[in-house]
Structures are given as structure tokens and as C-alpha cells.
């Protein structure tokens, strides 16, 4: 059954607020460790760097469903949180030589 409350604006505000603070976190774990990825693969550790991708698509995956139980909002703010923490990482990579 669907939920037909109407949410005040404060409690949009929260569920969007709570979302982009989870999703900037777990974007900025999942970028982190994408670094590792790459280094294991140079390395020629492909089964690790596959068992490291596989974490980290899951956890994300299963992160954004949580925020899609929690609400259209939560999610939207998720997803914006964890594009925020790409665009950190896609600077940091910039400015790094």
C-alpha cells in the first residue's frame, strides 16, 4: 500500500540533507578505493582487483536501495552526494602531477 502522508518541508529537507551526507561518504569510500583497484590491476592482481570491484559495486548498490526505501528524496540526495564526492575525486585527480 502506498503511503499518502504528505511530508512537511522540513522532513523533505532532512530526508534530502541525510541522503547527500550518506551518499557523499559512500562516494568518497568508493572512489578511495578505486585507486586501489587500479593498482592492483597494474600490479597483475586481477583476482583481487575483480573481488575489490565487486565489493564496491555491491555496497553501492545496496546503499542506494536503502536510500530508495527511505524515500524518493533520501535517494535524490544520495545520488547528489555521491556525485559531489566524484567531482572531489575527478579535481583532486586534476591537481595531483
Known amino acids: 500500500m502506498i503511503d499518502t502522508t504528505p511530508l512537511h518541508f522540513a ?6 540533507a541525510t541522503g547527500m551526507a550518506v551518499g ?3 562516494g568518497a ?9 587500479v593498482a592492483y590491476f597494474a600490479r597483475g592482481r586481477v583476482m583481487h582487483a575483480f573481488a575489490l570491484q565487486l ?5 553501492t548498490a ?9 524515500g524518493a528524496f533520501a535517494l535524490l540526495g544520495g545520488i547528489g552526494g555521491f556525485l559531489w564526492a566524484r567531482g572531489i575525486a575527478l579535481g583532486m585527480r586534476r591537481a595531483a602531477p
Not at 11 to 16: E, F, P, Q
Not at 55 to 59: M, P, T
Open 11 to 16: 522532513d523533505t529537507l532532512a530526508l534530502a
Open 29 to 37: 569510500l568508493h572512489f578511495a578505493t578505486l585507486r586501489w583497484n
Open 55 to 59: 565489493a564496491r559495486l555491491a555496497l
Open 62 to 70: 545496496a546503499l542506494f536501495v536503502l536510500l530508495a526505501k527511505a
Open 24 to 26: 557523499l561518504l559512500s
